[in-house]
């Protein structure tokens, strides 16, 4: 059967049938300890790269748990990444005050 990931809260919900390198991977992933929350979990950029070469390496699938979508491999890395940045900080700017107020110069 082929490994599954699950993703939520930018981190690690759940996975099944993970190979032996994929199991080491997590092991690293959690080496510091494993919060009983992927809510409260608040992973730093080391750990961020660690899920990313968890997800490279992934012989499987990849699924939001948010939308139940199944996710290439590079769009779980940059949800992974971007996870919990500021909208502006990944490209989605909101409009200025002048355009919503209907201030046109």
Do not use: H
Not at 89 to 98: D, F, I, K, T
Request: one cysteine or more; aromatic letters at 8%; hydrophobic letters at 35%.
């Amino acid at each position: 059967m082929a490994e599954s990931l699950l993703l939520k809260w930018g981190t690690i919900k759940g996975w099944d049938d993970f190979t032996e390198k994929s199991q080491e991977i997590v092991g690293r992933y959690y080496a510091d300890g494993m919060c009983m929350s992927a809510a409260a979990d608040k992973p730093d950029d080391a750990r961020k790269a660690i899920l990313c070469e968890l997800i490279d390496q992934l012989d499987g699938y990849i699924q939001n748990d948010w939308s139940g979508e199944i996710m290439s491999k590079e769009e779980a890395k940059k949800y992974v990444m971007e996870y919990g940045q500021p909208r502006a900080a990944v490209g989605n700017s909101l409009p200025s005050p002048s355009a919503l107020s209907g201030d046109r110069k």
